[in-house]
């Protein structure tokens, strides 16, 4: 099965400043989905990355697969308060399923 | 537009009390729908998905159960609570096998 590694498990930052978070596989992604989560709520789905290289971007959140597509970095460009939550990667296997990283807590200071 | 609801938002339960939670999308036809748990505010495991009425396939072996009486609805049921079962549970929908949409999610907690 396919195993999503994310680092760093939480990360606090002062407001504006710029920050990444990893999601490595074990194997080769065939579908990198990105998600936010505020404590308590649903999941919000931010960004979805299919082939090597591609880059999205998402107001001030650019979501990055790399060339041999086993990882992917999010990068968040002057943190706001906002953007405080849990970010979490996914990947998609058979009849749509999703299996996801274990999430990256993000603390932003005004 | 598509929504997804699931109620209640929170609930509280004595072990070894029946549970029944429930997901309803609204604004597509013959989504597919999932269930996932959330322990501890990290990741999340996938617990049932359904393909179509009727049709529930379960990811892990455990006290609770699905069922699809509708095409946009989707319960959680158990009939008996243990504590481990305390969670957020998220429901799910996608479009075969296209971008999942969560809902809110229902708190459960098991004393």
């Known amino acids: 099965s396919q195993e999503l590694e994310q680092s760093p498990q939480s990360l606090i930052v002062q407001e504006g400043k710029n920050l990444t978070i990893n999601c490595t596989s074990s194997?080769?992604?065939?579908?990198l989905y990105w998600y936010k989560q505020k404590y308590g709520e649903g999941l919000i789905f931010l960004m979805m990355?299919?082939?090597?290289?591609e880059e999205k971007s998402h107001e001030k959140i650019t979501a990055k697969l790399d060339e041999k597509k086993q990882q992917s970095s999010l990068h968040i460009t002057a943190s706001q308060p906002s953007h405080a939550g849990i970010y979490l990667c996914?990947?998609?296997?058979?009849?749509?399923?999703?299996?996801f990283g274990q999430g990256t807590i993000l603390t932003v200071h005004p | 537009s598509q929504t997804i609801h699931q109620w209640p938002a929170t609930l509280v339960q004595p072990v070894g009390s029946p549970l029944s939670l429930e997901c309803t999308v609204e604004?597509?036809?013959?989504?597919?729908l999932y269930w996932y748990r959330q322990a501890a505010g990290r990741g999340l495991q996938l617990l049932f998905y359904?393909?179509?009425?009727?049709?529930i396939s379960s990811e892990v072996p455990q006290n609770l159960s699905a069922s699809r009486p509708q095409d946009r609805q989707f319960i959680l049921s158990s009939k008996k609570l243990l504590l481990s079962d305390s969670g957020f549970y998220l429901c799910?929908?996608?479009?075969?096998?296209?971008?999942?949409?969560f809902g809110p999610g229902t708190r459960l907690t098991v004393l």
């Open positions: 799910a929908w996608s479009v075969l096998e296209d971008t999942q949409y």
């Open positions: 996914a990947v998609g296997t058979s009849y749509g399923k999703l299996t």
């Open positions: 604004g597509t036809s013959n989504p597919n």
């Open positions: 990355l299919q082939k090597g290289g």
């Open positions: 194997k080769t992604l065939y579908g």
């Open positions: 359904s393909v179509g009425i009727g049709q």
